[in-house]
T-cell receptor
Framework: GQQLNQSPQSMFIQEGEDVSMNCTSSSIFNTWLWYKQDPGEGPVLLIA?????ELTSNGRLTAQFGITRKDSFLNISASIPSDVGIYFC????????????FGTGTRLQVFP | EPEVTQTPSHQVTQMGQEVILRCVPI?????FYWYRQILGQKVEFLVS????????KSEIFDDQFSVERPDGSNFTLKIRSTKLEDSAMYFC?????????????FGEGSRLTVL
C-alpha cells in the first residue's frame, strides 16, 4: 500500500533553533496535511496544502507541497518549549478517497 | 471552539468482550471517521461514514468492527469480540465537506486496553 516516509524520526534541539522535517512517498498525493500530537491526545491540524508547489505559513510554521506531489516539508522557526511533541504528515492519495495516510512521525524535543 | 468529544477516555476489557467507543462529532459536520494508533506507531485509517453508511474501510476494519450513528449526535465504533492486538488509541474525526476535500478534526481519543 501507499506509505509516507517521514524524517528525521526524532530531533533534539535548543530553544530558538529552526527545525525542518519532511515527508516523502513513491506515489502521488493530492492533499498534504501536517498534524501535531501531544502525549495522550489526538492529532491537531497545523497546516493543510492542496496544490502542488503551494507554500503556506501558520505563525512560526511553514509547509510546502512539493512540485512532484510526492513530498512535503514542515519548517518551524525559532522553536519554543511548547513545540515539543510528535509531528505527523498525512496525505490524501486521490480525490476519490477520504482516507488519510499518515507518516511515521517526527518526535521533537526542545531544550531551554 | 467546537470539538470532537470521545468517551470513554480509557477502557480496559478482557479478550473476547464487546466494546463500544463513543464519539460526538462537531455539530455541523457530515463526514465521520475512525482511526487507530497502536502505541508508538503511526495513525491508521479504519473507516469513513457518510449519510448513514460506510463510505470506505481499510483491511483492518474486518467483521469484528462495526460503526453506527444511532441518533443525530453520536457516532459509535463497536468491536464485537476484542483481541489482544486491538489494544490501541482509537480516534474519532469529522469534517464538514465532501469527498477528497477539507481537513479532519480529531477527538482526544479512547485508549483501549485488551487483557
Amino acid at each position: 500500500g501507499q506509505q509516507l516516509n517521514q524524517s528525521p524520526q526524532s530531533m533534539f534541539i535548543q530553544e530558538g533553533e529552526d527545525v525542518s522535517m519532511n515527508c516523502t512517498s513513491s506515489s502521488i498525493f493530492n492533499t498534504w496535511l501536517w498534524y501535531k500530537q501531544d502525549p495522550g491526545e489526538g492529532p491537531v491540524l497545523l497546516i493543510a496544502l492542496y496544490k502542488a508547489g503551494e507554500l503556506t505559513s501558520n505563525g512560526r510554521l511553514t509547509a510546502q507541497f512539493g512540485i512532484t506531489r510526492k513530498d512535503s516539508f514542515l519548517n518551524i522557526s525559532a522553536s519554543i518549549p511548547s513545540d515539543v511533541g510528535i509531528y505527523f504528515c498525512a496525505g490524501r492519495p486521490s480525490y476519490n478517497t477520504d482516507k488519510l495516510i499518515f507518516g511515521t512521525g517526527t518526535r521533537l524535543q526542545v531544550f531551554p | 471552539e467546537p470539538e470532537v468529544t470521545q468517551t470513554p477516555s480509557h477502557q480496559v476489557t478482557q479478550m473476547g468482550q464487546e466494546v463500544i467507543l463513543r464519539c460526538v462529532p462537531i455539530s455541523n459536520h457530515l463526514y465521520f471517521y475512525w482511526y487507530r494508533q497502536i502505541l508508538g506507531q503511526k495513525v491508521e485509517f479504519l473507516v469513513s461514514f457518510y449519510n448513514n453508511e460506510i463510505s470506505e474501510k481499510s483491511e483492518i476494519f474486518d467483521d469484528q468492527f462495526s460503526v453506527e450513528r444511532p441518533d443525530g449526535s453520536n457516532f459509535t465504533l463497536k468491536i464485537r469480540s476484542t483481541k489482544l492486538e486491538d489494544s490501541a488509541m482509537y480516534f474519532c474525526a469529522s469534517k464538514p465537506t465532501g469527498m477528497g476535500t477539507g481537513e479532519l478534526f480529531f477527538g482526544e481519543g479512547s485508549r483501549l486496553t485488551v487483557l
